[in-house]
C-alpha cells in the first residue's frame, strides 16, 4: 500500500515501533490495535488501550487516592497548538507530526513524538490512521 500523500518522513518501520491503529469511521476515533511497543512505552495493557480514543495519554491517571499524580501540566500553549494541529489533520485525514506532552500509567510524563498516517479509505467504508510514538525526552 502507498500513503497517498505522504508529509512527514518516517524512515524505516519494524516490530520495535510503537504504533497504535484508530477507526476514524467510529464515533471518538477509537484505536482498535496497539502494539507490544506501544504498551510498554506507556504501560497500559492492550485491554486498557482498546475502544479508547488518545487523548486519554493527555492527562495523568487518577492515583489510588484520587489525585493526579504528576506535577507536568500539559496545558502549555505549545502542547495546546499541538493538540490542535492533531485534531486538524484527523478531521482532514492528513498526515502530521507534533511532539506533545503525554502521560504513562504510572503519572511520569513525556514528550511523545507522534506521527500519525491516515490509510486510504477502504470499499467498505472504514477509516483507519496509524499513529507512531516515540518518546524524544
Same mark, same amino acid.
Given at each position: 500500500?502507498? #500513503?497517498? %500523500?505522504? #508529509?512527514?518522513?518516517? !524512515?524505516?518501520?519494524?516490530? =520495535?515501533?510503537?504504533?497504535?491503529?484508530?477507526?476514524?469511521?467510529?464515533?471518538?476515533?477509537?484505536?482498535?490495535?496497539?502494539?507490544?511497543?506501544?504498551?510498554?512505552?506507556?504501560?497500559? =495493557?492492550?485491554?486498557?488501550?482498546? !475502544? #479508547?480514543?488518545?487523548? &486519554? *495519554?493527555?492527562?495523568p491517571?487518577? =492515583?489510588?487516592? !484520587?489525585?493526579k499524580?504528576?506535577?507536568?501540566?500539559?496545558?502549555?500553549?505549545?502542547?495546546?497548538?499541538? *493538540?490542535?494541529?492533531?485534531?486538524?489533520?484527523?478531521?482532514?485525514?492528513?498526515?502530521?507530526?507534533?511532539?506533545?506532552? %503525554?502521560?504513562?500509567?504510572? !503519572?511520569?510524563? &513525556?514528550?511523545?513524538?507522534?506521527s500519525?498516517?491516515? *490509510?486510504?479509505?477502504?470499499?467498505s467504508?472504514?477509516?483507519?490512521?496509524?499513529? &507512531?510514538?516515540?518518546?524524544?525526552?
Open positions: 500500500m502507498s #500513503r497517498p %500523500n505522504p #508529509r512527514i518522513q518516517l !524512515g524505516a518501520i519494524d516490530c =520495535s515501533a510503537a504504533i497504535i491503529v484508530c477507526d476514524l469511521a467510529l464515533a471518538d476515533s477509537p484505536i482498535v490495535y496497539a502494539s507490544d511497543p506501544f504498551c510498554e512505552l506507556t504501560g497500559y =495493557s492492550v485491554t486498557e488501550c482498546l !475502544g #479508547r480514543n488518545c487523548r &486519554f *495519554l493527555q492527562q491517571p487518577k =492515583s489510588a487516592s !484520587g489525585k499524580s504528576s506535577s507536568k501540566p500539559c496545558s502549555d500553549d505549545d502542547n495546546q497548538a499541538s *493538540l490542535k494541529q492533531l485534531h486538524h489533520a484527523v478531521h482532514n485525514i492528513e498526515e502530521t507530526q507534533v511532539a506533545v506532552t %503525554n502521560f504513562k500509567k504510572n !503519572g511520569e510524563w &513525556f514528550t511523545n513524538l507522534v500519525i498516517v491516515p *490509510l486510504e479509505k477502504e470499499p467504508g472504514n477509516q483507519y490512521a496509524i499513529g &507512531f510514538q516515540v518518546q524524544i525526552d
